[in-house]
């Protein structure tokens, strides 16, 4: 699993020299790796949906735990993109994977350890 942001924000200037800085627009995207198992539930929801399309934007919660130090990090409206179908090792010795991709698509975007990305004041007139 994987979750990306892109941050436009730059560097502002006045003639031609450095002078504070422009909010830009936000992206974010990322990949999920599942397992056959985990694959024939996702083909149950796109049935359910009338297609793989179809299925509705999801909210992810991940908690990530390394000794002592964990992190929760939270992705609303997450738009389901299947991308690596078939990807099956000739050899074996591992399990058949799948990879689905996904977008960012709320205004709520991305929570880390509870803190919004972005700042309310821009989201305000698009949550309701």
Known sequence: MNLSITDNTAAAQTRGMPDGFV???VSAEGELEITAKYFTIMTAKARAAGSWRGIKP???LWYAKAGNE???VEAFGCKLIVSDILDIDPKGGTVTTHKIKFLVTSP???RINGIPYLESALTKTLIG
Do not use: A, H, L, T
């Open 70 to 72: 964990e992190m929760k």
């Open 23 to 25: 909010s830009g627009d």
């Open 108 to 110: 709520d975007f991305v």
């Open 58 to 60: 999801q909210d992810f």
